[in-house]
C-alpha cells in the first residue's frame, strides 16, 4: 500500500507543479499581450490556476505527502523562457503568446489523463482532478479558437 500511496503523491506532485507553471505561465501571458480581452483572460486562467494548486495541495495532504511546491517545474520555467523569448522576437506577439499557450495546455492534458489512471487516488480526489481536467480541456478550446482568430 505505501508504494501505490508515494506513486500517488508523485503523481499529485507532478499536476501540482504543472498547476503552478501554469498560473505562472498565464501570469506572464497577461502582462505581455497587447489585447485587453487576452490580459482578462490569462487573469482569469491564472487564478484558476492558483484555485487548482490548492486543491491539490489539500489533496496531497489527504494522501499523507507535503505540497511544498511554489516554483513549478524546470520545464515550465524553461517554457516561460521561451514564451518571453519568442515574443520578443515574433511581430504579432499575442498570435505568438496564444501559441505557447496551447503547447502547455495540451501537455497539462496528457499529464491529467496519466494522472486520472491512478489506481491509489481515492474517488474524492478523482472528482477534484476530473473536474480540472475539464477546466484545462475548456481552456484549450478557447485558446485555439483566440488563436485562429488572431491568425486571421
Known sequence: MRNINEQ?????MHLLSICNDGKEGYKTAAEDVDS??????????SIQRAE???????AIHQLGGNPDNETGG????LHRVWMDIKTAFTKNDDEA???????GEKSA????????????????IM??????R???ADCLKNIQILKDQYAN
Open 8 to 12: 500517488s503523491i508523485a503523481n499529485l
Open 36 to 45: 485587453t480581452e487576452l490580459k482578462t483572460l490569462f487573469s482569469m486562467y
Open 52 to 58: 487548482f494548486e490548492m486543491q491539490l495541495k489539500k
Open 74 to 77: 524546470p520545464i515550465g520555467t
Open 97 to 103: 503568446i496564444l501559441e505557447a499557450c496551447v503547447t
Open 109 to 124: 492534458l496528457e499529464a491529467y489523463d496519466k494522472v486520472i489512471t491512478d489506481p491509489g487516488i481515492d474517488a474524492e
Open 127 to 132: 472528482t477534484v482532478l476530473a473536474t480540472q
Open 134 to 136: 475539464t477546466g484545462v
